[in-house]
Each structure stands twice: as C-alpha cells, then as structure tokens.
C-alpha cells in the first residue's frame, strides 16, 4: 500500500526527506535569482572595452594568471575571485597576457586580440545573482511575508547603479554580497534558540564579514553588527561572550584562507623587468621572501598588504571630476559615465545611474528606522547601527580621498532593511507596496539604457542622466 505523507516528499537521492513548506519558500528565491541571472549575464561581454576599474583589474588578471605576487588598492579577495572566474570561464585560455601583466592599467588599445571580456566579468554577475537571492531572504527574514519581500527585491533587481557595477568585472558585487550573507546571519542569530544555533550564526556572519573586508577594507565595519546583536540578545555574558569567540575564530578561518589562496594563486615574485613589477617589488618584504611556505610568510604576505594600502590611501587623490560626496548620497546624487559611443542619430551611454525612486525609498526607510531604533526595535537598531558606521567612516575618507558614489552601496543595504522594517511595524497597506514598487520600475525603465548600453537618443540621455555624459562631464577616467 501507497503512504501519504502530507508535510514530506521522498527524493530520488538517499530518500531524503525535504518539506514541501520549504519547496515552497525555495521558489521565490530562484525567481529573484533567475530575473537577476538574465538582467547581469544577458549580453556581458558586449562592451569590449575596459569599463572603470576594469583596467586595473585586467592587469591583475593577468599577473594572477602568470603567478605574480602582486600589490592593489585592495584586499586580494576580490581580485582572485575575479581572475579565478576568467580562468575557469575558459574564454580566454588562449590569450597572451604578457603585454599586460607588467602595465598598472590597461587602456583599450592594450587589450590582447580576440579577449573576451565576459570572462573577465562572469564572477561580478555570479556574485550579483546570489547577493540578488540573499537580497530576497534579508527581506523576508524583516517583513516576515513572501509578497512584501518579492517586491522590495526590485530595489536591487531593478537598480540600474547596482547592475552596471556587476555586470563589469568590479568588486561591488562581491562585497555587497557577503554583506547581505552578514545581515542575514545577524538577523538570524537574533532569533536563534540556543546557544548552539546562536554561535553557528555567530560564525557565518564573522566570516561573511572578514570576507567583505578581504574585498575592500570598508567592510571590516560591518563588525558592528556582532557586539550590536551579543548585546540585544540579552542571554547572558557566557553565550555573548562565545559567540564573538566563534564570530573572530570564523573571521581568521577566512582570513588565513584568503591568503593562502592568494598565495597558492602567486607563487612567484614580482617580475622587475616591469613597471609594475619593480613597485610590487619594493612592499615585498625579507621576512616574506626568505620565509618557506607556512604560516610564518602568510602572516608576512598580510603585513606587506597592509603596508602597501597604507601607502596607497596616502597618495589617492583627494579631487577628481567624477567624484562624489557622502552628503548627496542618500539622494543619488554623482552619477558617472563609463563610456559612451556617438552617432549621427543616436548615442549609447553606459553610466553608473542610481534608480533615484529607489534610493529615495531607501532615505525614507532610514527616518522611519530612526523613530523605530528609539523605540526599541531590535532590527532597527542593528541596521541604523551598520549605516552609521559605515557612513562616519565614509565622511572621515571624504577628507583623505576622493569617493564616488557606489561608495554608498553598503549603507544603502542597510537603509532598505530599515524600509522592510518600517514596512513591518506599520502594517503598510498593500496598495502603498505596490504603488512603491511601480515607482521603482518606472524609474529602471527610464534609466535601463545607460546602465545596459542600449542606443537611445542624446535628448533622452540628456534627460535620465543630467549630470554626466559628453554633455556635461568628462568620460570616466580614474586618476
């Protein structure tokens, strides 16, 4: 005789037991991340031109691939992950990178023939598709609904600042994805039941935070979140005590894996036969060079790092015409342009472009969190918490360094929680969801050409993006 089992279906594999509830709440998350898929890998390699950073990270790329030890404005994470998805992309298996190795940033006439640059790009869009389905499970663990979290997932899916970023090989989409990885263990080790479960978030968001740090250094603010939670949870010292333990422990874990990865990736010395190779040359230290492979030169190899980004913060440049300030953040003020390609009748612009509707959401969320944190809400003293930190850090940087406007992205995820939060503590009608989330789409439709290279007239260029183009500013070209 046949069982009917109402809570449980037998899979083929092993006879594992899934629950059909969570089947079910598995599908909105695929469905964000399918619409994330096609909007970040539709079409990636079209623009066949280093977009922004690209030209720096192309030449990193290519040192990586050669197994030079090498030196970058920031932590190797990134990097690696990006020249990791080019070398098992295999798009550019055949590619000669020694004309480029050696060169600090690659200008388009530089590019080796035939270079793919989708390869280049595939791990920034990847990232974009998983931070796009955490997006959704950090909105669904606030609201606590499905419908409400499916329609603040287009504050990410349809941003176009966001998707310009990720569909270049940059470092944004990686970052903002271990950062939401963060929020959402927090969120989740607020709730836990046990000191085990506790200390189990505890540690998943210690790593995905060191992880956001190894890709930029900002990420290490993210730590706020691990005293907020052990201080809110209020289960005594033993329990918070211990779960900042596992938080560090898991943090070091990633660190020493980070490197290690990095080192396995470079085990060669800068080449000082180039240009950039005789400036890599002069962080390396003896410690590292005479050390043998072990723990001993990966603590050397992070001390050299270390000496080189505070070097390299003391001579960025503190002006540049497409910079931007903190100030006029929250608003989307400081678009850029990457590139564009005139003709007669029509232009295609590629620009970073906020979706102003969206961010101006996002502004609203954090005057509600506000009123909310002084109440006492948990979940919004923890966001208000992320944003400010990172915020007075950024105000701080404002003075040291030029900053531009995706500078902003990590603050901004934590204004949107503070949006699902509000949402959820004032039971907003379902008609003011909708009305948001159709202001949302309207402005990505407007803004989509820019951010996706699409031809469109100057007129309407002009129009969605004011403050940048030939029009007005200078092309994108970093000091």
């Given at each position: ?25 598995l ?14 890998l539709w ?16 030449a990193?790329?290519?040192?990586y ?5 090498q030196f ?50 595939i ?5 974009g598709?998983?931070?796009?389905g ?37 470092l ?35 790593g ?97 790092q ?10 960025m440049t503190?002006?540049?015409g497409?910079?931007?300030h903190p100030?006029g ?7 850029i ?17 906020p ?32 944003w ?6 950024l ?11 995706y ?53 309407w ?14 092309a994108?070209?970093?000091p």
């Open positions: 005789m046949r069982r009917h089992r109402r809570a449980k279906w037998h899979g083929q594999a092993g006879g594992m037991a899934v629950s059909r509830p969570f089947l079910i709440r599908l909105p998350v695929l469905a964000v991340m399918g619409v994330a898929a096609f909007l970040l079409d990636l390699g079209a623009v066949r031109q280093p977009i922004w950073d690209e030209s720096y990270y192309l990193s790329t290519a040192r691939h050669e197994g030079r030890l970058a404005s920031h932590p190797p994470l990134g990097l690696l992950l990006i020249a990791r998805g080019d070398r098992l992309a295999g798009w550019n298996a055949g590619v000669d990178w020694r004309g480029i190795a050696g060169q600090f940033s690659v200008a388009a006439r530089d590019v080796p023939q035939g270079f793919d640059f989708a390869g280049l790009r791990a920034s869009a990847l990232a598709v998983a931070g796009a955490l997006f959704y499970g950090l909105m669904r663990q606030v609201v606590g609904r499905t419908e409400p979290a499916m329609l603040l997932s287009f504050l990410y899916l349809a941003d176009p600042a966001l998707l310009v970023q990720m569909r270049a090989g940059h944004d989409g990686f970052q903002i994805a271990f950062a939401l990885l963060a929020m959402l263990a927090v969120l989740l080790w607020m709730e836990a039941r046990g000191w085990r479960k506790a200390w189990g978030w505890a540690a998943l968001c210690g995905a935070v060191m992880a956001a740090a190894l890709v930029r250094a900002n990420g290490a603010l993210l730590g706020v979140l691990l005293p907020c939670v052990a201080l809110l949870r209020r289960r005594g010292a033993r329990e918070g005590l211990g779960a900042l333990a596992m938080a560090a422990l898991a943090g070091l874990a990633v660190l020493v894996a980070v490197y290690a990865a990095h080192l396995a990736a470079s085990p060669l010395l800068p080449d000082g036969r180039t240009v950039a190779g005789r400036r890599d040359q002069a962080y390396v230290s003896a410690t590292y060079a005479q050390a043998p492979d072990g723990m001993v030169r990966l603590w050397a190899a992070i001390q050299d270390r000496a080189f980004l505070a070097q390299d913060l003391a001579g503190r002006m540049d497409n910079g931007s100030f953040w929250p608003l989307g003020l400081g678009s342009t990457y590139r564009w390609d005139a003709g007669d009748s029509e232009v295609r612009v590629l620009a970073l472009v979706n102003r509707g969206a961010w101006w959401l996002g502004l609203i969320g954090l005057c509600g969190g506000v009123a909310l944190a002084l109440r006492g809400d948990r979940v919004a003293i923890v966001c208000l918490a992320l400010m930190a990172q915020m007075t850090a105000f701080w940087l404002d003075g040291q360094r030029v900053l531009y406007l500078h902003y992205f990590l603050p901004l995820m934590a204004s949107y929680g503070l949006l699902a939060r509000l949402w959820r503590q004032i039971a907003l009608a379902p008609v003011a969801g909708w009305v948001g989330w159709g202001i949302v789409l309207a402005g990505f439709a407007l803004i989509a050409p820019v951010a996706l290279h699409r031809a469109s007239s100057p007129a260029c002009r129009m969605v993006a004011p403050d940048c183009g030939p029009f007005t500013r200078v994108a070209t970093k």
